[in-house]
């Protein structure tokens, strides 16, 4: 794609693993760690998605702990792991291949950005933790407009800021229903398919798949 500007990341599942702070803990929880995780991520984005509709809006920090109090009581995980599940979170790590490819990325003269349901706050801590301050340019936080992907408020933010048209942006995610989000909107949606997982049809035809970030290198080429 030579007509390509910005790009754009999804942070939770694209750039970040979700599952990694339920697996930091996974002497105590057990073997049933990676389905906990699962459960508190699924529950979570239910939780922005019924909140968008009831228009009864909670930051993503209140969504992160309500879930979470759900997933430790189906899963009957001792209350007292609370705290340090809530802190791990904020510190999330990146998955391998992350840093050398924005890296790449930066130097080829791209804006980059983050375009997330996190606080300001979470995704600063986010890039501080795992040193990518230089990296970006921009973080897109869905507290601006106050309502959660999918909605088409979210997907303006990036188009406003830069003075650029919807196909000028590569847009990344490793959920379906953002890159449906992000392509129906008029971005060009790259889905990021780590695990083999199915589509979901949800009206937009996919178009570009990698197994990791690295594949978007080939894209922009």
């Known amino acids: 794609m030579k007509n390509i500007k910005a790009i754009i990341f999804d942070a939770y599942g694209t750039l970040f693993d979700v599952n990694s702070a339920a697996e930091n803990c996974k002497d105590k929880i057990g073997d049933k760690w990676e389905a906990f ?3 508190w991520r699924t529950t979570q984005l239910e939780y922005t998605w019924l909140r968008s509709l009831m228009k009864k809006h ?3 920090w209140q969504i992160t702990e309500d879930s979470l109090d759900k997933s430790m009581k189906n899963f009957q995980i001792n209350p007292s792991m609370k705290n340090e599940l809530l802190d791990l979170y904020k510190k999330l790590s990146t998955f391998s291949e992350v840093k050398e490819v924005l890296t790449e990325l930066k130097k080829k003269g791209y804006k980059l950005a983050i375009l997330s349901n996190g606080t300001p706050s979470l995704l600063n801590e986010l890039i501080k933790n ?12 869905i507290e ?29 995610s490793a959920n379906t229903w953002d890159v449906s989000g ?8 790259v889905w990021v398919n780590r695990n083999n997982n199915t589509f979901d049809n949800l009206d937009y035809l996919l178009k570009n798949e990698v197994k990791s970030l690295k594949g978007v290198l080939e894209i922009v080429k």
């Not at 795992?130 to 936080?141: C, Q, R, T, Y």
């Open 130 to 141: 795992n040193n990518l301050e230089k990296i970006f340019d921009d973080l897109f936080s």
């Open 144 to 172: 601006k407009v106050g309502i959660y992907k999918p909605d088409s408020k979210v997907y303006d933010m990036p188009i406003q800021k830069y003075g650029i048209k919807k196909n000028e942006v590569l847009f990344l």
């Open 182 to 189: 992000g392509g129906n909107y008029g971005y060009n949606s």
């Open 58 to 60: 909670k930051d993503f």
């Open 37 to 39: 995780a699962n459960y």
